[in-house]
């Protein structure tokens, strides 16, 4: 199950991943916002951090106006790792390095074409395992 949230500058994008995911048949809980009415972004982050972290969800997809603010408030989570990604060389490495259970994007800074390609490269490629990737992982939620 992907968990999506988003704000008003995120709204239309993800409406098109919806679609995408609906054409895919794969399942998603989406976490608001409903509409493209100004809201606050941490709301829809800590929406979809909390559904993964509590097992809900394995992934989720995040979307502001820049993919920032919506990403530094998931990353405040212990377990959560929201990566900020524009293009699929980042979307592949972080699920390969960082095993990144965030993808989040900006929605005034990616068009729909590359977003779309972004998250079938996120969502389709697995952590490497690598014992390397896993020590530094494991120093990040480390104090
Ligand atoms: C909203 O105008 C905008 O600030 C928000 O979508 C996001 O870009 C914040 O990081």
Redesign the pocket.
């Known amino acids: 199950m992907i968990a999506l949230g988003c704000?008003?500058?995120?709204y239309e994008l993800k409406q098109e991943i919806r679609k995408h995911l609906d054409e895919q048949k794969i399942p998603y809980k989406d976490f608001g916002c409903d509409s493209m009415e100004s809201t606050d972004?941490p709301i829809y982050a800590k929406r979809v951090a909390k559904a993964i972290l509590s097992g809900e969800c394995e992934k989720g997809i995040l979307i502001?106006?820049?993919?920032?603010?919506?990403s530094i408030t998931a990353n405040k989570f212990k377990g959560i790792r929201a990566a900020l990604c524009s293009d699929c060389f980042s979307a592949e490495a972080t699920r390969l390095h960082n095993d990144a259970n965030i993808l989040a994007m900006?929605g005034?800074v990616v068009g729909p074409g590359l977003a779309l390609k972004i998250v079938d490269t996120f969502l389709n490629t697995p952590f490497s395992g690598d014992e390397r990737h896993i020590r530094r992982i494991e120093q990040i939620e480390s104090e």
Request: glycine share 42%; aromatic share 8%.
């Open positions: 704000d008003h500058g995120g972004y502001c106006g820049t993919g920032i603010g919506i900006g005034r």
